[in-house]
C-alpha cells in the first residue's frame, strides 16, 4: 500500500425534510490508500452508500447539505464544478451499484452503455470501444460475450448482470473502485463468484478498493482495513486482523456475534437488541447507547475515535475492561469474536 489516494475528512450529509433534518452521515472521516481495500461495514442506514455518492458528486437533491473535505489525487471532489467531476467519475472513480437492474437503462444494450462510458472517457473509436466491451465481458466470465454483448440487461441473470456492472466499472481503468454491495441478492455459490473475480481483477487493474457492505463475511475475505459505521458515524476502524480478533467497539462485537460460524460448532447467534436511532432524532452522546448492555452516565457525551495508532474506537468503556466486556457480549458464541476470525478466514486475504 502506498501514499493516500482518497481523504476524507469531517464529512456531513443532511436532507431537509418536512419532519426535520435528517442526518444521514455525522462527521465521517476515513482514507484508502492506494492498492489498498477499505471495508466500509455496518447495517442499513448507516450512511455507508450516502457518504460514497456524496463524495462522488451523486447526491443531487437540491434539499441535501454536503459540508467536509473529499480530497483524491491533490484534489477536493466536493468542490469541483460538474464538467471537472465527470471527468473523473467514470475513469479516475468508478462504482458498483446496488442494484444492477436499476443502475442499467433497460432499453440500451449492455455492450451499448459499456461502449458509451468507452467513448466518453477515451479516444477510442465506435468499432474499438465495441471490441474492447467484448473483451471486458469476457474478462468478468460472461460466456459468448461477442453474442451477449448484443443483449440488453433483462436478458442477463442477477449474477450476469452484477458481471456486466463490474466490467463497466472497470472499464476505464479507475484509481479507484467503490463497490455497493456486490453480492447482494446473489445466491452462496454466485456471491463467491464475484468476490473471486473482483480479487483477480484488483490484482490485475491495481485498482483501490472502497467496498460496502454489511456482510461481516465478505470484509473478512477481502478488506485490508475496516470501517465500522453505525447512524452516519465512524465507531471503529483499524486493519481486518486486528478488527475480527480483538474488536473495541461493543456494535462490532454485535455484529459479529450476529454471523454463524463456518466449522460446524453450534452456538446461539447474538443479536443486538432494540432497532437503529432514527436519524431524525440522534441522542446527544453516543448514539449506540440506546441499544448497548454497556451503557453508563457517561455516554451522554459523545465519544470520539481513540486508541492505539491504526486502530481506534469510539466508545467510553476503559480500554482494560474492554476484553471482559467482549467476552460478556458475545457469551454462547462459542469462541466470541476470536472464533468468528478463525472461522471466517480472518488471514485469506493478505
Known amino acids: 500500500m502506498g501514499d493516500t489516494l482518497l481523504d476524507v475528512e469531517d464529512l456531513h450529509v443532511e436532507f431537509r425534510t418536512r419532519a426535520g433534518v435528517v442526518r444521514a452521515v455525522d462527521g465521517l472521516s476515513l482514507s484508502v490508500g492506494a492498492g489498498e481495500v477499505l471495508g466500509v461495514v455496518g447495517e442499513s442506514g448507516s450512511g455507508k452508500s450516502v457518504s460514497m455518492y456524496s463524495v462522488m458528486g451523486l447526491v443531487r437533491d437540491p434539499n441535501a447539505t454536503i459540508r467536509g473535505v473529499a480530497r483524491f489525487e491533490g484534489q477536493d471532489l466536493l468542490t469541483l464544478s460538474d464538467d471537472r467531476m465527470r471527468a473523473i467519475r467514470g475513469r479516475r472513480i468508478a462504482m458498483i451499484f446496488q442494484d444492477p437492474m436499476t443502475a442499467l437503462t433497460p432499453v440500451y444494450t449492455v455492450g451499448w452503455q459499456i461502449v458509451e462510458q468507452l467513448?466518453?472517457?477515451?479516444?477510442?473509436?465506435?468499432?474499438?470501444?465495441?471490441?474492447?466491451?467484448?473483451?471486458?465481458?469476457?474478462?468478468?466470465?460472461?460466456?459468448?460475450?461477442?453474442?451477449?454483448?448484443?443483449?440488453?440487461?433483462?436478458?442477463?441473470?442477477?449474477?450476469?448482470?452484477?458481471?456486466?456492472?463490474?466490467?463497466?466499472?472497470?472499464?476505464?481503468?479507475?484509481?479507484?473502485?467503490?463497490?455497493?454491495?456486490?453480492?447482494?441478492?446473489?445466491?452462496?455459490?454466485?456471491?463467491?463468484?464475484?468476490?473471486?473475480?473482483?480479487?483477480?481483477?484488483?490484482?490485475?487493474?491495481?485498482?483501490?478498493?472502497?467496498?460496502?457492505?454489511?456482510?461481516?463475511?465478505?470484509i473478512s475475505e477481502m478488506a485490508d482495513r475496516v470501517v465500522v459505521m453505525y447512524a452516519g458515524r465512524a465507531v471503529e476502524e483499524g486493519p481486518r486482523r486486528d478488527l475480527l480478533r480483538q474488536a473495541q467497539h461493543p456494535y462490532t462485537w454485535g455484529l459479529l456475534g450476529a454471523v454463524p460460524r463456518m466449522d460446524g460448532r453450534r452456538r446461539r447467534l447474538v443479536t443486538i437488541p432494540g432497532s437503529s436511532v432514527s436519524p431524525l432524532d440522534m441522542p446527544p452522546g453516543c448514539a449506540f447507547a440506546p441499544r448497548c448492555a454497556f451503557r453508563m452516565p457517561v455516554c451522554d457525551s459523545r465519544p470520539e475515535l481513540e486508541g492505539p495508532p491504526g486502530h481506534r474506537s469510539a466508545c467510553w468503556i476503559p480500554m482494560e475492561d474492554r476484553p471482559a466486556r467482549r467476552a460478556e457480549a458475545t457469551e454462547g458464541a462459542a469462541g466470541g469474536t476470536e472464533g468468528f476470525a478463525a472461522s471466517a478466514g480472518a488471514g485469506g486475504a493478505s
Do not use: W
Request: glycine content about 6%; hydrophobic content about 40%; some cysteine.
Open 119 to 218: 467513448r466518453a472517457h477515451t479516444s477510442m473509436t465506435k468499432r474499438e470501444a465495441r471490441s474492447r466491451a467484448v473483451e471486458l465481458l469476457g474478462e468478468v466470465g460472461i460466456p459468448e460475450p461477442a453474442r451477449r454483448v448484443d443483449n440488453y440487461p433483462h436478458e442477463f441473470s442477477g449474477g450476469m448482470r452484477q458481471r456486466a456492472m463490474i466490467a463497466m466499472a472497470l472499464a476505464c481503468e479507475p484509481t479507484l473502485l467503490i463497490a455497493d454491495e456486490p453480492t447482494t441478492a446473489l445466491d452462496v455459490t454466485t456471491q463467491a463468484q464475484i468476490l473471486d473475480l473482483m480479487r483477480r481483477l484488483m490484482a490485475q487493474h491495481g485498482s483501490s478498493v472502497i467496498l460496502i457492505t454489511h456482510d461481516m463475511g465478505v
